[in-house]
């Protein structure tokens, strides 16, 4: 039977007929023509049989007539049309692609993708967009990849559109090209993109921002501590503060968990050289965390700034730091605060002896009737460690300096040794 035949009065046969008729046709119709038979008879068997005709005689359809079908026929059976399609080398295009997307099995779609990625045309931002949903996401990666390899240079807006569409690799690439060729990033953009970026990128963006002249705040730390390598995130916070950036106790304490035991001695040190005073449970919190010598510097410099701690609280600083650094802060506490008789012999065997008898004598307080106990405890002493080269003791006088703390009488800023001395000096421990 001849196509023409079979199409003029197809509506007219019953399913049998049509059973009986189709196997009998000896060429078949335009795939318009198959598109409004299908669509039109009222038989599943009828229906598939003329496909199955369809293709075997290889008839192509274009993707919207295949959509016209999805509601006729079985995704498989549109499936096999455009598997037929593709191995005859139909490329898709990306129109015909987001028109296909549910008509045909996921397999099928991201093969059609995967080859419409292979296009030596370079895609629009649109249209991997367009895509989001239909293609799978290695297609789309590779489709950005393509602009990217342009040239093209990414905005922060279009990055973000992008963010659930490709995956963290791509984006990462994206973003770092985007980053070496001058887009700058804000603080907003970075909160963005922190889920969908990786570490290195993230480090890369946020020491960036650094390098603009941007000082973090504290909520800006802690809102990036979990994205952020640990040497970049100590990098942004001592850089921050050795800008003048101001954190309180609490906030150093909570930042010292994220960055080295060195990190964190180098951040309490700006903040003595800054001016700020740490009360006696901060100072003893820190005990546990720091050094000797970054808790001597803390305690006496918060003497002199101000902090009076009473004879019991010095005296829980023993085992902590020397009998020079517990008889400067007595001496600080004494200047503001008198000592009682009863507070003198509490510091009898860890301050200096002769400052006790001295104090004693000045003040009337009749504290001792022998001569106070010879002071035992010694952990060392500043002298001898005067001329000890330390990276810890140049980091202080860098806070000391950049807060326009003490200077040595040419001007220049002291080194920590000094700058430790020159407080156990002014309290009369040692002579110039």
């Given amino acids: 039977m001849k196509w023409s035949e079979f199409y003029d009065s197809y509506d007219s046969f019953s399913g049998d007929t049509l059973r009986q008729i189709l196997p009998l046709l000896e060429e078949i119709g335009s795939s318009e023509d198959v598109v409004d038979v299908v669509t039109s008879i009222s038989y599943p068997e009828a229906r598939d049989t003329l496909l199955k005709i369809a293709l075997e005689k290889e008839l192509l359809f274009t993707a919207d007539e295949l959509s016209n079908l999805s509601d006729y026929v079985p995704q498989e059976t549109l499936t096999l049309f455009v598997e037929k399609m593709l191995s005859s080398g139909h490329r898709f295009s990306r129109y015909e692609i987001t028109v296909l997307d549910g008509v045909i099995s996921d397999e099928a779609m991201a093969a059609i993708c995967r080859d419409a990625a292979g296009l030596g045309e370079t895609p629009t931002l649109q249209e991997i967009l367009d895509l989001d949903g239909v293609a799978d996401e290695t297609t789309l990666d590779d489709l950005a990849r393509k602009i990217l390899a342009k040239g093209h240079v990414f905005t922060i807006d279009e990055i973000c559109q992008l963010e659930y569409v490709v995956g963290e690799e791509c984006l990462s690439e994206i973003t770092l090209a985007s980053i070496d060729r001058g887009i700058s990033f804000d603080m907003d953009a970075i909160m963005q993109l922190q889920y969908f970026v990786d570490e290195e990128t993230m480090d890369a963006l946020a020491t960036a921002l650094l390098e603009s002249g941007y000082d973090f705040r504290y909520d800006d730390i802690t809102n990036l501590e979990y994205e952020l390598s640990q040497e970049c995130l100590e990098t942004i916070i001592l850089e921050t503060s050795d800008r003048g950036v101001r954190f309180n106790s609490k906030q150093a304490m909570y930042l010292g968990d994220q960055i080295s035991a060195e990190g964190l001695e180098h951040l309490l040190l700006n903040m003595v050289g800054q001016g700020y005073v740490f009360t006696y449970d901060e100072l003893s919190e820190l005990s546990d965390l720091v050094e ?141």
């Avoid at 010598?293 to 010095?314: M, R, W, Y």
């Avoid at 004494?334 to 003198?344: G, K, M, N, W, Y």
């Avoid at 012999?345 to 106990?373: C, I, M």
């Fill in 292 to 432: 000797e010598k970054c808790l001597s510097t803390l305690l006496i410099f918060s003497a002199a700034g101000g902090l009076s701690l009473s004879a019991d609280q010095i005296v829980d600083f023993a085992p902590m730091v020397s009998t020079e650094i517990l008889t400067g802060t007595a001496k600080a506490r004494a200047s503001r605060v008198p000592f009682t008789a009863e507070d003198l012999r509490r510091l009898e065997g860890y301050v200096d002896p002769q400052w006790l008898v001295d104090y004693d004598s000045a003040h009337g307080t009749n504290a001792f009737t022998a001569p106070p106990k010879v002071v035992v405890h010694i952990r060392y002493t500043v002298i001898e460690e005067q001329n000890t080269q330390d990276r810890f003791f140049e980091r202080l006088g860098m806070a000391l300096g950049m807060a326009g703390g003490i200077r040595h009488g040419s001007g220049g800023h002291l080194g920590f040794d000094a700058a430790l001395m020159a407080a156990v000096t002014a309290w009369g421990l040692r002579d110039e």
